[in-house]
């Protein structure tokens, strides 16, 4: 029962490039997602967030657009840079679950210099 | 401000042995969660607790149990281990007024051979 879905396990972009991470999710409920960054033998970190009642949150470098309708988030880092490569995880969660949060399998992220 | 803290950072055991790990929230947080990572996958949700209580929970056996302390910290443990409980251990901290906020500790790597 995965209800959010991260389909590509790495992605690998030129420093100075757009990337873009793509995230799925299957349950209506859901009305806060966040986008987290991952380094080896660390916990992940908050990177950015968006309500589902926005359709685009920009935090510096990084913005995160949801499409309600197509149940879908993507997490856009322009310009990349090497420091960004980490994997990346999606995670989404509703009021009712109180912080419970459900998670995707995370997207590798590869930024070469 | 210490963040979220764990111990220990990694563990050895045996088929059939038990387990215990500690958590200590970040300060000012009153809600832990745990979760397993199996690798090459995200993190799934095990239980959360708040007021030393389990207020949710995933879908896990009950060998995985936990404790709240009234200073807030908290302990996982896993009774009679299987190989597949070889994983990393998260520990998220939180407020619970329904604060999506959820920061992560370093993790504590279980091995089961």
């Known amino acids: 029962d995965q209800q959010v879905k991260q389909n590509s396990p790495s992605l690998s972009v030129q420093e100075g490039r757009i990337s873009i991470l793509n995230c799925d999710y299957t349950?209506?409920?859901?009305?806060?997602f966040l986008w987290y960054k991952k380094y080896p033998a660390e916990g992940p970190t908050f990177l950015i967030s968006?309500?589902?009642?926005?359709d685009k949150n920009e935090d510096g470098r990084f913005t995160v657009f949801l499409n309600k309708s197509a149940k879908h988030l993507s997490l856009h880092i322009v310009p990349s840079q090497p420091g960004d490569s980490a994997v990346y995880f999606c995670?989404?969660?509703?009021?009712?679950?109180?912080?419970?949060?459900?998670f995707g399998s995370g997207t590798k992220l590869n930024v070469k210099p | 401000d210490a963040g979220v803290t764990q111990s220990p950072t990694h563990l050895i055991k045996t088929r059939g042995q038990q387990v215990t790990l500690r958590c200590s929230p970040k300060?000012?947080?009153?809600?832990v969660s745990w979760y397993q990572q199996a690798l090459g996958q995200g993190p799934q949700f095990i239980f959360q607790?708040?007021?030393?209580?389990?207020?949710q929970r995933g879908n896990f056996p009950d060998r995985f149990s936990g404790h709240q302390f009234p200073n807030y910290s908290s302990e996982l443990n896993v009774n009679a281990l299987l190989l597949g409980d070889s994983a990393l251990y998260l520990c998220?901290?939180?407020?619970?007024?329904?604060?999506?906020?959820?920061?992560f500790g370093p993790g504590t790597r279980l091995t089961v051979t």
């Open positions: 998220a901290s939180s407020t619970g007024q329904g604060n999506y906020e959820q920061y």
């Open positions: 349950n209506s409920m859901f009305d806060y």
């Open positions: 968006i309500s589902s009642i926005k």
């Open positions: 995670a989404a969660s509703a009021r009712e679950y109180f912080n419970k949060f459900y």
């Open positions: 300060s000012g947080h009153d809600t």
């Open positions: 607790y708040y007021e030393e209580e389990e207020r």
